[in-house]
């Protein structure tokens, strides 16, 4: 069975950090391209993040580059995202996807397997 289970999300003060995690499993990754996707209450998802597999190549969204990083790890077949300097607008529920080497990396289109979400919120 092929899963995406995301952990890591919680409630953090403005400027602090959280560590999201995505664990992946039933098939070999290795060539696709991992996103992380967030929606806030009542707004459309958007696109935060993402990062090659294989590569390591990593593309940002400009409201969270410079506070956001992602990184793998191969041996655990896991990705993660550091999220620093946050703001209460980075509250959502963040969702991780994998795409076979999505055209558009920051169409949520191009991503076939989804995670279940884990819901982040920033106080102000």
């Known amino acids: 069975q092929v899963q995406l289970v995301e952990s890591g999300g919680g409630l953090v003060q403005a400027g602090g950090s959280l560590r999201l995690s995505c664990a992946a499993s039933g098939r070999t990754f290795s060539s696709y391209v991992m996103g992380w996707f967030r929606q806030a209450p009542g707004k459309e998802r958007e696109f935060v993040a993402a990062i090659s597999w294989s590569f390591g190549d990593t593309y940002y969204t400009a409201s969270v580059k410079g506070r956001f990083t992602l990184s793998r790890d191969n041996t655990k077949n896991t990705v993660y995202l550091q999220m620093n300097s946050l703001k209460p607008e980075d509250t959502a529920v963040y969702y991780c996807?994998?795409?076979?080497?999505?055209?558009?990396?920051?169409?949520?289109?191009?991503?076939?397997?989804w995670g279940q979400g884990t819901q982040v919120t920033v106080s102000s």
């Open positions: 996807a994998a795409g076979p080497q999505p055209g558009s990396w920051s169409s949520e289109y191009e991503y076939a397997i």
